[in-house]
């Protein structure tokens, strides 16, 4: 990438539309209204345009924008042409684009990276709106919005003058420890205020972690012994026959993966297994499912009415070092059972006994992780970043009880060094070229 060339590229979708914006970015933005459309509109004011060529001709007819830099996305002179979305006229207006000296197609991210590097956008910034773009639930999309508009930066940025002051305060002890009103006041107080700084921080992580969940979507296994009702549970959930059902044990040898929409948040809903001592392809399904069930948020176990195995017995927990998941015990097929037994955990895809109620509570386990608060760092460079500022600010928390302020202000550096990361104030190339690869070309 140029800093110097001037880019264009199809901002919209792909595909037929009622409506496409070409978007070009550069110098060379005002050179190509006057090639297209005869003349630089005014600013900010959407004008009614022809646009033409000297190669082709009468092109389209549609609207025109000047945005004159630095008040731009980019913080460059920007043009928008807002032309009927066909795929011919998109090619035909890309082609006319392209045949102008000093325009060349954007690369992927290359606009946003633009608007970073002239200080329009920060990191944290640029991610949310990736994550805004590819939001598909509301819960998603209310965890990354108010990121993609710099609200990370601006709460960031309060952390990072309140670490300072600390930082500064800390130094100060250092280079005047021969007086003793600087060296002797205030040390429980600095203890107090990183301690209360590093709670926020914690706090962040925290959320991200719940944010995460929301990004990529809730895992969630039904499991139980073979021939339970696993596979029906799954295809009521689904609306639809995603699971094969059948009599014989061991039919479901593989994992399958239905996604539910539940209060705004994605949940994705994993039939497994039966879990039983296997042999062939059966026990490589068993292996598989016993895996998944160490990454799940729920397990919804199976056991059939008339038996009394907890589903915690059915599952493999003898690894204590890993995270366990929330375990949910039903009764299956309680329509087999006597016909005046009542059973408040039962289930029944026949009759549809207790299914809108697990469905109830499975909604609200999921609501459960949208209220993030207005930002949410999810990703995991974020997450990345913030816990290395936790824990180099627990490590000055030990020096300061040493009262080892040269070791504590190298701490704090680190931390403050790892909060610039985060925003792109501190940065690697490498880091950039990974974030801005993940956008799309008109972005």
């Avoid at 600013?43 to 022809?50: D, G, P, T, W």
């Avoid at 990370?152 to 100060?172: F, Q, S």
């Avoid at 799954?234 to 609306?239: K, P, V």
């Avoid at 080892?404 to 990361?421: K, M, P, Q, T, Y």
Wanted: glycine residues 12%.
């Amino acid at each position: 990438m140029s800093a110097s060339d001037s880019i264009y590229a199809l901002s919209s979708g792909s595909g037929r539309a009622g409506v496409a914006v070409m978007r070009v970015s550069g110098p060379g933005s005002r050179v190509a209204l006057e090639r297209l459309c005869g003349f630089v509109p005014r600013e900010r004011f959407m004008s009614l345009v022809e646009l033409s060529d000297a190669h082709q001709g009468f092109l389209d007819r549609g609207l025109a924008v000047f945005f004159p830099g630095p008040r731009s996305f980019t913080g460059e002179d920007c043009a928008e042409l807002h032309v009927h979305g066909g795929r011919a006229v998109i090619a035909a207006i890309e082609a006319a684009l392209g045949a102008i000296e000093g325009l060349r197609p954007a690369e992927a991210g290359e606009f946003a990276q633009r608007a970073f590097n002239n200080g329009k956008l920060d990191l944290t910034a640029a991610e949310g709106l990736v994550d805004l773009i590819e939001a598909e639930t509301e819960a998603q999309r209310r965890a990354v919005a108010r990121l993609s508009v710099g609200e990370g930066d601006r709460l960031l940025e309060e952390l990072g003058r309140r670490l300072m002051a600390i930082r500064t305060e800390v130094e100060a002890r250092i280079d005047f420890s021969d007086e003793g009103d600087v060296y002797d006041s205030g040390s429980e107080r600095l203890r107090r205020a990183l301690d209360s700084l590093l709670g926020t921080v914690r706090g962040l992580i925290d959320t991200g972690l719940r944010g995460r969940k929301v990004r990529d979507g809730l895992v969630v296994a039904i499991a139980g012994a073979p021939n339970v009702g696993k596979s029906s549970l799954l295809n009521w959930l689904a609306g639809r026959d995603a699971a094969i059902v059948s009599d014989e044990p061991g039919t479901t040898r593989d994992i399958i993966e239905i996604v539910l929409d539940l209060g705004g948040v994605s949940v994705r809903v994993f039939d497994t297994a039966g879990l039983r001592d296997a042999v062939g392809v059966e026990a490589e399904g068993v292996r598989r499912a016993r895996a998944l069930f160490a990454q799940c948020d729920l397990v919804i176990g199976l056991v059939d009415a008339g038996g009394s195995a907890a589903v915690d017995i059915l599952l493999d927990k003898s690894g204590d070092n890993l995270p366990q998941p929330e375990f949910w015990t039903y009764r299956s097929r309680v329509d087999l059972m006597d016909a005046n037994a009542t059973v408040s955990d039962g289930l029944s895809t026949t009759t549809g006994h207790g299914l809108d109620s697990l469905l109830e509570r499975l909604t609200r386990f999921a609501e459960g992780f949208a209220d993030l608060g207005p930002v949410s760092f999810s990703r995991d460079r974020q997450l990345q970043e913030l816990r290395l500022v936790a824990s180099s600010m627990n490590d000055a928390m030990s020096r300061l009880v040493d009262e080892s302020f040269d070791l504590a202000a190298e701490d704090l550096r680190r931390a403050g060094d790892a909060l610039g990361r985060l925003t792109g104030r501190v940065h690697a190339e490498d880091v950039l070229g990974s974030i801005f690869s993940s956008f799309c070309i008109g972005k």
